[in-house]
């Protein structure tokens, strides 16, 4: 299993929800309001057609947890869904899963996905 955490545009999140379940990728996710900087920082990025000047940018990060023959499929959705080719469209990170388990029913690792 790996998580998949992609680091996306604020304004792109209903894009890749719809993308998502569109491709029946509707297990779980977790969503998260983070600030960040990539290699532009302290420079100036353009953040919903305004010009802003700041070391840390509000983003949205996405963590999406899924059996390793989906990760490759997954992350070619994620790109088509939030893809600008502007500076600022985010980052996505894939990490190994060591164990997973529904709390509800003691399921553990792909049964518990
Ligand atoms: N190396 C990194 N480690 C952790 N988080 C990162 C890293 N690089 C980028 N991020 C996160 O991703 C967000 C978006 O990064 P961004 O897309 O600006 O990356 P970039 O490398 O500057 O690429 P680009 O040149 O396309 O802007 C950042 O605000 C930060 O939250
Ligand atoms: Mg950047």
């Known amino acids: 299993m790996k998580k998949i955490e992609a680091i996306i545009r ?32 302290g420079f100036t990025e353009y953040v919903r057609g305004q010009k802003v000047k700041t070391a840390l940018l509000a983003k949205i990060k996405v963590e999406l947890v ?17 893809q600008t080719g502007e500076v600022g469209d985010g980052k996505i990170f894939v990490q190994p899963v060591e ?12 049964d518990a996905l």
Request: net charge negative; hydrophobic share 40%; charged share 35%.
């Open 10 to 41: 604020t304004e792109k999140l209903e894009d890749l929800k719809l993308a998502l379940e569109e491709h029946d990728f509707t297990n779980g996710m977790t969503v998260s309001q983070v600030l960040g900087y990539g290699k532009q920082k």
């Open 99 to 110: 164990r997973v388990m529904r709390i509800r029913t003691g399921e553990e690792d792909v």
């Open 66 to 82: 899924c059996v390793d023959l989906d990760v490759d499929r997954l992350v070619s959705i994620i790109v088509e869904a939030v």
